[in-house]
T-cell receptor
Framework: DTGVSQDPRHKITKRGQNVTFRCDPI?????LYWYRQTLGQGPEFLTY????????KSRLLSDRFSAERPKGSFSTLEIQRTEQGDSAMYLC??????????????FGQGTRLTVV | RKEVEQDPGPFNVPEGATVAFNCTYS??????FFWYRQDCRKEPKLLMS???SGNEDGRFTAQLNRASQYISLLIRDSKLSDSATYLC?????????????FGRGTSLIVHP
């Protein structure tokens, strides 16, 4: 399977614990995005990487959230001291960005986080 | 005001009906436009890109009006399998680049 993959698919954690999610994008894609989606809403942008550089972070991304893409390939999203409001689907997407054009983003199946 | 606005629906239509979804966006510098489909508890998947000249793919027709900052999706001869949430996506200009920005989605229910 050469699509975007995310791990784990589901995560249940106790409030206050730290969690880390992984995303493996499509191999030739230079852009990687993280989104969060709650019931009845569209995906909300969190942050994105161009290769290994994190170029933008949403106001939604509090200090408890951190993302990395150390070698411009896979990425991790860590949430520290989880809160019940962090419960959501975390989606990763990748795309190929060329100078002067932007292509469609392809999504992974998401990691569903439940904070109890 | 949200950057990408859609009527959440739900749109409840019989098989064979024609249904249209609309979407407006706030940033006139937006570049590319897409419709995605999302089934319940699944990830969004690209349905079609939207071009200025309008484009058609089988029963689906997408149109873009840059002057009005408006995008539409028309589905003809609806099938039961078309039941899903349809997400309008706009590549919004941000810091010299573009970020795919989603509407909240429009729910479609096609019934027998």
């Amino acid at each position: 399977d050469t699509g975007v993959s995310q791990d784990p698919r589901h995560k249940i954690t106790k409030r206050g614990q730290n969690v880390t999610f992984r995303c493996d994008p499509i191999s030739e894609h230079n852009r990687l995005y993280w989104y969060r989606q709650t019931l009845g809403q569209g995906p909300e942008f969190l942050t994105y990487f161009q290769n290994e550089a994190q170029l933008e972070k949403s106001r939604l991304l509090s200090d408890r959230f951190s993302a990395e893409r150390p070698k411009g390939s896979f990425s991790t999203l860590e949430i520290q001291r989880t809160e019940q409001g962090d419960s959501a689907m975390y989606l990763c997407a990748s795309s190929l960005d060329r100078v002067g054009s932007s292509t469609e983003a392809f999504f992974g199946q998401g990691t569903r986080l439940t904070v109890v | 005001r949200k950057e990408v606005e859609q009527d959440p629906g739900p749109f409840n239509v019989p098989e064979g009906a024609t249904v249209a979804f609309n979407c407006t966006y706030s940033n006139s510098a937006s570049q590319s436009f897409f419709w995605y489909r999302q089934d319940c508890r699944k990830e969004p998947k690209l349905l079609m890109s939207v071009y200025s000249s309008g484009n058609e793919d089988g029963r689906f027709t997408a149109q873009l009006n840059r002057a009005s900052q408006y995008i539409s999706l028309l589905i003809r001869d609806s099938k039961l399998s078309d039941s899903a949430t349809y997400l309008c996506v706009v590549n919004m200009a941000s810091g010299g680049s573009y970020i795919p920005t989603f509407g909240r989605g429009t729910s479609l229910i096609v019934h027998p």
